[in-house]
């Protein structure tokens, strides 16, 4: 007889969810997981042409989700405050905050554009790594103290990179770095978990849409992966988020989860 996992009816009715980078891909699932919970959830989108996405997401929710969608920029100095005071102006608390807008562009470390390098870095590590920094600074003086929950999204990459990812390694590797920081100097003080998750290759618009190139370099890892071979899908990163951000998930903490069905042995 097959093994089910359903979950919990509202088990996270009066929690307030900000995601950030969720007008698609692993935020979009994140946001609707939490949401079927009974999170009120903040969907953020960084530029006008993104709204009618992040639209469609707060219609996927159902009519009687508490949601909102909000514009703000988090690869730049301004648009985590932005993001922040408007999810605490709108719930008057943040008790869960997902560390999810990122990009990534693949660089050689010897490719002889300078310009395209340098590029490459300023939007890379701005969004992956200083958006997480300063997004997570920003909600501090809205967190729920006590029981609440940051989740940031890594990647894999970071353990087990491809020869084009020195950058984009590189900015997840400070997540990382985040993660393992933040959990002994905020825990105690705010009375929060900190943990990260690490997708492998997942199943999102941009990967199914991404060159054929890409999609080769990662088909000996997907081909590979001990659970099966395929990507994994959205939804099943949104569920280990959902996971940790569970009552009983208050003693995992400072934790790397790598979400890649076995094809990364940490």
Partial sequence: MPFEVCDSPRSLA??????????????????????????????????????????????????????????????????????????????????????????????????????KVEQAFEKVVNLNGRGTFLLTRAVLKYLTKGNSRIVNIASCVSRNPGADSSVYAGSKGMVEAFTRTWTRELSSKYGCTVNAIAPGPVSTETFCAAPAS???????????????????????????????????????????IPVAGGSTLL
């Avoid at 000996?220 to 569970?246: N, Y």
Wanted: proline content about 8%.
């Fill in 14 to 115: 009066g929690k307030v969810a900000l995601v950030s980078g969720s007008s698609a891909g692993i935020g979009k699932a994140v946001v609707q997981k939490l949401s079927q919970r009974g999170a009120s959830v903040v969907i953020n989108y960084p530029y006008p042409r993104e709204e009618p996405r992040a639209r469609s997401v707060l219609e996927s929710l159902g009519p009687h989700a508490s949601a909102i969608i909000v514009e703000a920029n988090l690869s730049t100095t301004d648009g985590p405050r932005i993001l922040a005071e408007t999810t605490a102006n709108t719930f008057g608390k943040i008790d869960i905050l997902v560390n999810n807008a990122g990009i990534m562009i693949p660089t050689y470390t010897d490719e002889p554009d300078d310009a």
């Fill in 214 to 256: 890409v999609q080769e370099q990662l088909r000996p890892m997907i081909e590979q992966t001990p659970s099966a071979p395929r990507a994994a899908t959205p939804q099943e990163v949104a569920w280990t988020v959902a996971m940790l951000c569970e009552e009983e998930a208050n003693w995992i903490n400072g934790v790397y």
